[in-house]
């Protein structure tokens, strides 16, 4: 088991940027792909980006391909996801999953963060 905890949302004008982070306990987190999620009011959680265990693949998001960026420090045992040209639609609880697969299936990740919410303004 991994506990992963978010931090780093907030309010952010349209254009702008913001890098959230996502520490994880144990002593295990590089053998986890680690992913990002987000889920906007009313809608399901949706597969933002992920990241395999050595941080030398990345996948994303059509909708946010471009503009955001996953990376990992596996010696810091944290995940980020740099989000820049932010738009209004962007907005949603961002939640980071870690998964011991390579898949953007939901079903691969197990384990979840409770969420940090980042609100994009027009």
């Known amino acids: 088991q991994v506990q992963l905890v978010e931090s780093g949302g907030g309010l952010v004008q349209a254009g702008g940027s913001l890098r959230l982070s996502c520490a994880a306990s144990?002593?295990?987190?590089?053998?986890?792909?680690m992913g990002w999620f987000r889920q906007a009011p009313g809608k399901e959680r949706e597969f933002v980006a992920h990241i395999n265990r050595s941080g030398g693949w990345t996948y994303y998001a059509d909708s946010v391909k471009g503009r955001f960026t996953i990376s990992r420090d596996n010696a810091k045992n944290t995940v980020y996801l740099q989000m820049n040209s932010l738009k209004p639609e962007d907005t949603a609880v961002y939640y980071c999953?870690?998964?011991?697969?390579?898949?953007?299936?939901?079903?691969?990740?197990?384990?979840w963060g409770q969420g940090t919410q980042v609100t994009v303004s027009s």
């Open positions: 144990g002593r295990t987190f590089s053998s986890y792909v």
């Open positions: 999953a870690a998964a011991t697969a390579y898949t953007r299936s939901t079903s691969s990740y197990g384990y």
